[in-house]
């Protein structure tokens, strides 16, 4: 049986993965986060009295309250989700993201490392992740033909999104230099249940019910490609069940479109990826084999009817 521990696990991906965990892979969950302004106990509520989850209050740069979570719990896996992710809040304070996605990260593969370390039995060694979960953000903007995959070169535009590049170039460094089971992802945008209002979807949805001015940055051009959370909390699963120490993993809905147009489906009360109904969703560029799939064939329009 998975025991995971899931850092970040009230914020809006982090609970998402937390309730598919819980209930659909009865896995044993620790869910750490420290219940910053975009993190909710009510996201989590749906599986906080199930007897295969523990909620953890606390930074994921306390190396101490670290230590004592890997020794009072054991995981054999680690979904690392706890960060900063909001653009314009890196713009206004840089170094916050720099603590968090990166020290937070060093912090975590270090006292991850030393739990692996005190791993005597030989199959709780070959069968322990960390899955470090990230951004497309990493490679800057999407043009209008393709779609970002694990070999498109980093160009990081912010300091949201160079703090998580920075912390993607740890997370491989824990690997190659210190052998930790190390697996990286890097995600598109989410969207879906119990997502900040300060996030695109949501932000449209409310304004648009309001009969408020939709707001588009710049001409609205800038492609980005929407994954509905759930589907994206499979994938992790998957991931960690079959993917491979030292690989890479891009997640995506598959649906690259312009701001516009998502603008225009939330004014219109439309699911923002109502076009890729009918498609495999999530997609995984890659696997364990080497092949290209969508993990479980799963078709899904995005929002409920």
Known sequence: MMRALVTGGCGFIGSALVRHLVRDWHAQVVNLDALTYAATLGSVQSVADEANYRFEQGDVCDRALLKRIFADHRPTCVFHLAAESHVDRSIEDPLLFVRTNVLGTATLLEAALDY??????????????LVHVSTDEVFGSLGEGGAFNE????????????????????????HRTFGLPVIVTNCSNNYGPFQFPEKLIPLMILRARQGETLPVYGAGEN????????????????IAEAGQPGETYCISGQAETPRTSGASCAGSRRSPSTRVCG?????????????YRSPRGAKRCGAPA
Do not use: C
């Open 223 to 238: 492609v980005r490609d929407w994954l509905y959370v759930e589907d994206h909390a499979r994938a992790l699963a998957l």
């Open 151 to 174: 070999e498109t070169p980093y160009d990081p535009s912010s300091p949201y999104s160079a703090s998580k590049a920075g912390a993607d170039h740890l997370a491989r460094a824990w």
């Open 279 to 291: 498609q495999p969703s999530p997609g995984i560029s890659k696997t364990a084999t080497g092949g």
């Open 116 to 129: 692996y370390g005190s791993l005597k039995d030989k199959a709780d060694r070959a069968t322990f992740r």
